[in-house]
């Protein structure tokens, strides 16, 4: 079954502007994981929080996490065209299996 | 050098043929995955085997069967392809079950 789902599905927004995607889930969690996937390319992790932080930064993202909702968003400020991509959160499902599970992803188009 | 490589990037073969997609990543992670992403971009594993053995088995038809020699490598092999398994195929792999996962670039199978 599906772990994560987000939140809206695609996003247009113009360059400058911040995007915020947000993410739910069903299980309780290890960490959440963002991945970015370009067009025709594979995943690439962005960031990774863990369970008993509340908020992380890395460059123009932040993501924050809320446990008791079981719910987390990723904010991309001052996008850019580069930014163009589908974002997925990512949760473990339990345990120790490594059982990755995915989101729907979200796809962000960011307007020059 | 490429972390996670897959080959080849591109498969079209007909209905009831036989096909390897083989992995190989260089990172030193003793656990890797394939995942199957359909044309919703819809993440799904399939497989995920830590130091050579198999861990995760999702519910694949057994036409699916993955053969890890060593764990650098983890190679998918599917006997009579249908048109359901036209998608796009993913490795990856991880450090530990629970850390983040370094994707390859996917290999796209159409099935005709």
């Known amino acids: 079954s599906q772990q994560g789902e987000e939140d809206p599905q695609a996003l247009s927004i113009q360059e400058g502007e911040n995007a915020t995607m947000n993410c739910s889930y069903k299980?309780?969690?290890?960490?959440l994981q963002w991945y970015r996937q370009n067009s025709g390319r594979g995943l690439v992790h962005l960031i990774l929080i863990r369970s008993n932080e509340r908020e992380k930064h890395s460059g123009r993202l932040r993501v924050t996490l809320d446990t008791s909702k079981k719910s987390s968003s990723l904010l991309i400020t001052a996008s850019r065209a580069a930014d163009t991509a589908s974002y997925f959160c990512?949760?473990?499902?339990?345990?120790?299996?490594?059982?990755?599970?995915f989101g729907q992803g979200t796809t962000l188009q960011v307007k020059p | 050098d490429t972390a996670v490589s897959q080959t080849p990037k591109y498969l079209v073969t007909q209905m009831g043929n036989d096909k390897s997609i083989k992995c190989e990543q260089n990172?030193?992670?003793?656990?890797m995955y394939w995942y199957k992403q359909d044309s919703k971009k819809f993440l799904k594993i399939m497989f995920s085997?830590?130091?050579?053995?198999?861990?995760i088995n999702e519910t694949v038809p057994n036409r699916f069967s993955p053969k890890s020699p060593d764990k650098a490598h983890l190679n998918l092999h599917i006997n009579s392809l249908e048109l359901g398994d036209s998608a796009v195929y993913f490795c990856a792999s991880s450090q530990k079950r629970v850390t983040e996962a370094f994707f390859g670039q996917g290999t796209r199978l159409t099935v005709v």
């Open positions: 085997y830590n130091n050579k053995e198999l861990i």
């Open positions: 990512a949760t473990f499902s339990g345990g120790n299996t490594g059982k990755l599970i």
């Open positions: 990172l030193g992670h003793d656990t």
């Open positions: 299980t309780s969690i290890n960490n």
